[in-house]
């Protein structure tokens, strides 16, 4: 199953039309695409029994975040043993490192975003999980069953904010408006072949910077929900970024930054592409 966010209504995608879930459901589920994952379960039940009509097309431009309003937004970093080498930093053994991102930097998958003045903004792509029911103290053994799905992330960075003064100030560097543009649309596991292993890839102006499998994660997505949840409670609808592969700008020589009129495509296999394309703040 695939939810996707059209013009602010919840909405199933299907051969790649769109079906109003809000019309379809008689007004059972409403069009707000956050609260559908407080009903996750009866969403589920209802979407595989229903004889939906058919679907409509539509422009992905029109598409939003399809967690546009998440409670609790939580960014793993040095997931990967390669992006903790190209930033020079220990592989972490029992947690790693967690920030948040505001929810106020979400958007959907096609975007243009304005660049800080002054700034070193960087790419990062991930897999994002979403929860679909409250997860608190979980095995890791239980964990995807409060997973409701799957989509792509860029946890966009501007480097100064994020690493200058006496302590890393990663939120606020990883949150200004448009860097964290998810979509374009979540996928539920089941739709998945191997949803534990998963091809990312990340470019910029077409050239290749990023590639990698989520199977290369240091903390999978199951273990990553139980060792978060064995601290907080992750509630519905709540967003997990769960790391990002070797490839950043900030860890190649020299180091490389987004500029106004480059484009970042980024694609994880089986889910879809999100596309930015970067501005001069005016």
């Not at 967690?67 to 609790?72: H, K, S």
């Not at 860029?154 to 890393?168: C, N, V, Y």
């Not at 519905?236 to 180091?255: M, S, W």
């Amino acid at each position: 199953m695939r939810i996707a966010n059209l013009s602010g209504r919840l909405v199933l995608i299907v051969d790649g039309l769109a079906v109003d879930v809000e019309k379809a459901s008689g007004g059972r589920f409403t069009a707000d695409p956050q609260a559908v994952y407080e009903r996750w379960e009866e969403f589920r039940h209802w979407a595989a029994q229903a004889r939906l009509p058919q679907g409509s097309p539509f422009e992905p431009a029109r598409l939003g975040a399809p967690v546009p309003a998440p409670r609790q937004i939580v960014a793993a970093g040095l997931n990967y043993r390669d992006h903790a080498a190209e930033s020079g930093l220990a592989v972490p053994d029992t947690m790693p490192p967690v920030f948040t991102k505001f929810a106020t930097s979400i958007t959907g998958p096609v975007t243009e975003v304005s660049l800080p003045p002054g700034g070193h903004t960087d790419w990062e792509i991930e897999l994002v999980l979403v929860i679909g029911s409250r997860a608190h103290r979980v095995t890791a053994e239980t964990a995807w069953d409060h997973v409701a799905g799957l989509t792509v992330g860029q946890d966009i960075s501007e480097r100064i904010t994020q690493l200058e003064g006496p302590a890393p100030q990663f939120s606020l560097g990883k949150s200004f408006p448009g860097f964290a543009p998810i979509g374009p649309w979540l996928v539920t596991p089941d739709a998945l072949d191997d949803p534990d292993d998963l091809g990312l890839r990340c470019t910029v102006n077409g050239e290749e910077v990023q590639k990698s499998r989520t199977s290369d994660l240091i903390f999978s997505v199951p273990e990553l929900v139980a060792r978060l949840s064995s601290v907080v409670p992750l509630l519905p609808g709540d967003v997990i970024f769960t790391g990002t592969p070797a490839g950043v700008g900030l860890g190649r020589t020299p180091q490389r930054w987004l500029a106004p009129g480059d484009e970042l495509v980024s694609t994880i296999e089986g889910i879809g592409e999100l596309r930015q394309r970067f501005v001069a703040q005016a």
